[in-house]
Antibody
């Protein structure tokens, strides 16, 4: 059965770095546009970054631009997000999500929690 | 502050109909399809409605969506206890490269 599984979350000090991964199974990740979406405690959903299918375009939310980098390892069928210079406001559950041909997020991972402590 | 505006809460008794609104602008809801997601607390969001009014396989037909101009709405008919969750609308925004914008979410409580 097709699914996404995130990993790499944890507790990190402000200013440090963390790398999240999103492993896909049951389908080829590189044929989809994929997103990272986050949800701060008690808050709504916030788009963070996106990589188009085949990886030719990437975009970032202003709040993470210059600090976060999205990448894909096609050999491992995984998506990564390198997060540098972490701030308290980056504390959230991070989800990877697949964009369907309908232009909607038809598949989400279970999420990985990132806590930035100062 | 979210780009799309939703009421923070809605409620109803079992069997009632509940409607959630989602207000945007000409660059997002007005010119792009709206999708709706259901999030049960402690779990990942789940696609509920796509292309304004289409249900993915497995979503009960008591969930329906519509759109008119720069507003969209989600209706839950025959409310059930398992419908207690947060609901988010989302749309692409033509002014923001690659960006999807979300509503702030509506907490539905079954009384």
């Amino acid at each position: 059965q097709a699914r996404l599984v995130e990993s790499g979350g944890g507790v990190v000090q402000s200013g440090r770095s963390l790398r999240l991964s999103c492993a896909a199974s049951g389908f080829t990740l590189s044929t989809y546009t994929v997103y990272w979406v986050r949800q701060a405690p008690g808050k709504g959903l916030e788009w963070v970054t996106v990589m188009s299918y085949y990886g030719n375009k990437t975009y970032y939310a202003d709040s993470v631009k210059g600090r976060f980098t999205i990448s894909r390892d096609n050999s491992k069928n995984t998506l990564q997000m390198e997060m540098n210079s972490l701030r308290d406001e980056d504390t959230a559950v991070y989800y990877c999500a697949r964009e369907s041909t309908w232009g909607a997020f038809d598949m989400w991972g279970q999420g990985t929690k990132v806590t930035v402590s100062s | 502050q979210s780009v799309l505006t939703q009421p923070p809460s809605a409620s109803g008794t079992p069997g009632q109909r509940v409607t959630i609104s989602c207000s945007g602008s000409s660059s997002n809801v007005g010119s792009n399809n709206v999708n709706w997601y259901q999030q049960v607390p402690g779990t990942a969001p789940k696609l509920l409605i796509y292309w304004n009014s289409h249900r993915p396989s497995g979503v009960p037909d008591r969930f329906s969506g519509s759109k008119s101009g720069t507003s969209a709405s989600l209706a839950i008919s025959g409310l059930q206890s398992e419908d207690e969750a947060d609901y988010y609308c989302a749309a692409w925004d033509d002014t923001l490269d690659g960006r999807v914008v979300f509503g702030g979410g509506t907490k539905v409580t079954v009384l």
